[in-house]
């Protein structure tokens, strides 16, 4: 079986890395090569472009940043759609628009693919430790067939139903995690205003009602200064503009998750730190 | 060592029926008597009122709902502070305005009692099981003559520093917990509209980067229909207010805790559902 993989980004490589440990034949297309360095030099194969890699492959998977990027490689010049043949294995694991992975899923059906939107959780050290936890939608068959290939990646593989629920699905989860990573940033703003020993704050806070994977994990970053990205932020505000336009389709009013997303734009588009990790939300407030 | 304990409540309750299993002599004071009756019934004694409590007692607790609950019990009528006498130890568990902690620390000094501000936080189940978190401001050597004593209904003890800070530390704690509140709500007001199947979405989430305290402990309550208080809607919002008006006085904005004390505000004071759990937030979408 003859993998391809498109997006070798920060999850995207933790992912082939686990695929070429499992010794599977991996080859990978990324539109700047330079970042598909490590990779090919742990053994992936290179493509030229999407159709080229399309062509070479049984199964591809795609990764990349946007839903502009996801229709750029899928439907563009020299895009996926176009060089697939039926019965080929395609998996967007993009977090992406749900109505993307709907028109995509309807298209494969036309053509005999098996499509799969599969978005994960879990963040760069799960991309490198092998557990992701995956959200899925599809054809349930057309997972099951791929169950072994998932899980050299994954821990968790979660089957939500027809397409564009696995990006339901995810969309729901950096709902809640709008949640976390404001409450952490103002909890940590007001605890150092108040002269709190913040690691001390931290620790407390974890061992009680208000413990998450959040301040787990970004808290003790934040705290060293370290603003390298687990998770982009200019990624998790594009999450939030989907989840809201989502949210607005269905007349849903999700106003938490709106000032997140306006803390968020303005760390992005007003900052310009789009390039940091989420935890540099924290910047809005500490110089 | 004679224990005294004002308020009765949810949490009250738990804490009281822990210091009786080990033993010790506990008498308690409550504004409704019938309130008292459960730890009554479990060995507890009766007082008539704040002072004449505070006259029999070594140790004295309180952990009342509002922070003008908080004044008079300590400076009304028939108040703690009138009838205290130097030596003794009084710990005010209420969560309550940092200031007024300092106000009764300062006073105790003057005084010659050992005063500590201790918030908890691990809800209903952990005042029952005995695993409560305490955040404590004041003299650390008061905290470590009475560390047994708290270790009967707490598993952490953690100390701030001087007056207030406990309540501090406290306030962030919620700040925090606002953020998981909001965020789960929104999260399952948004996956209920796509059509997910809301035991997996919680699964799911609770497996990766999502995962926190809230939705462990509350998600589960809510599919089930379940709004009883382990935490009133009513006193988080009290304490959302203290936090709000604290940042407010440090100069800070903190816009995502904002958003949430808004949000229940219409809860409590509009629908007037102060008395259901925090959990019912999700009742201003669902029906």
Redesign the interface.
């Known amino acids: 079986m003859k993998i391809g993989f498109i997006g070798t980004g920060v999850m995207g490589t933790g992912i082939i890395n686990n695929l070429l440990k499992n010794n599977y034949d991996v080859t990978v297309y990324n539109r700047t090569k330079a970042h598909a360095q490590p990779v090919l030099d742990n053994g992936a194969k290179w493509a030229d472009n999407p159709a080229a890699l399309t062509k070479k492959v049984d199964v591809l998977f795609t990764m990349v940043g946007f839903p502009k990027d996801v229709e750029d490689i899928y439907f563009g010049e020299n895009g996926i759609m176009n060089a697939a043949r039926a019965g080929q294995y395609i998996i967007d694991m993009t977090t992406s628009k ?1 109505s993307l992975a709907q028109k995509i899923g309807q298209l494969g059906d036309e053509k005999g693919l098996h499509i799969l939107d599969a978005p994960v ?3 760069d050290i ?1 991309a490198k430790k092998g557990t ?2 995956v ?1 899925i939608g599809g054809h349930k068959e057309d997972l099951d067939h791929l169950q072994d290939l998932f899980m050299t990646f994954a ?2 593989l ?1 089957y ?2 027809s397409y564009g ?1 696995g990006q ?2 995810k ?21 150092k ?5 913040l690691e ?2 931290c ?3 974890q ?9 787990g ?1 970004y808290g003790p970053r934040i705290l060293k200064g370290d603003y390298t990205p687990g ?1 982009f932020a200019k990624h998790f505000l594009k999450d939030l503009r989907i ?1 809201l336009e ?2 607005n389709k ?1 007349q ?1 009013d ?4 709106k ?2 997303k ?2 968020y734009e303005v760390l992005v588009d007003q900052k310009k730190l789009g390039n940091d990790g989420t935890q540099a939300l924290i910047k809005l ?1 500490w110089k």
Not at 193 to 197: F, G, H, P, Q, T
Not at 254 to 257: E, G, K, S, V
């Open positions: 749900p959780s879990g963040g799960g992701l936890t959200m821990s968790k979660n939500f139903g629920s339901h699905a969309m729901a989860n950096q709902i809640m995690i709008a949640g976390t990573m404001t409450g952490m940033t103002e909890m940590l703003v007001y605890a205003a108040a002269n709190l020993d001390q704050v620790q407390t806070l061992s009680g009602a208000a413990e998450n994977f959040s301040l994990s998770f989840a989502e949210a269905m849903l999700l106003p938490a998750t000032e997140a306006h803390l407030w």
